[in-house]
């Protein structure tokens, strides 16, 4: 069994794409996307209150754990110079089992 790990990344609707590009020149297999939707902020504009729900994509990235921090520099790398937005990057081990 190798060692595994999942890579979380929580980036502004549009963005998937990019990430999932800049994983794949790092080695990384491929990945999944996952549309979102962030949490209720209140805003405030004149005399109106009002919601914004901002739409997020999810991408899932399952990598052998030796690449994973170059697979995360890359995504870092490439999305720091493509955004102003925020973007979260997560890392979980994972056990991969097989039937």
């Known amino acids: 069994m190798m060692n595994s790990n ?6 502004p609707h549009g963005y998937a794409e ?7 020149e790092a ?7 996952i549309k979102g939707r962030g949490a209720v902020k209140s ?7 009002f919601n914004v729900e901002p739409e997020e994509e999810i991408i899932l ?3 052998e ?3 994973t921090e170059s697979v995360c520099s890359r995504i870092n790398e490439e ?3 493509e955004t102003e937005h925020g973007g979260t990057l ?6 991969l089992k097989s039937k």
């Open 61 to 63: 990235i399952v990598t």
């Open 43 to 49: 805003m405030h504009e004149g005399i109106i209150n």
């Open 18 to 24: 990019k990430v999932l590009k800049a994983a794949k």
């Open 65 to 67: 754990a030796d690449i």
């Open 79 to 81: 999305f720091n110079n």
């Open 90 to 95: 997560y890392v979980l081990p994972v056990n």
């Open 27 to 33: 080695n990384a297999p491929g990945g999944t996307i």
């Open 6 to 11: 999942m890579i979380i990344a929580i980036v």
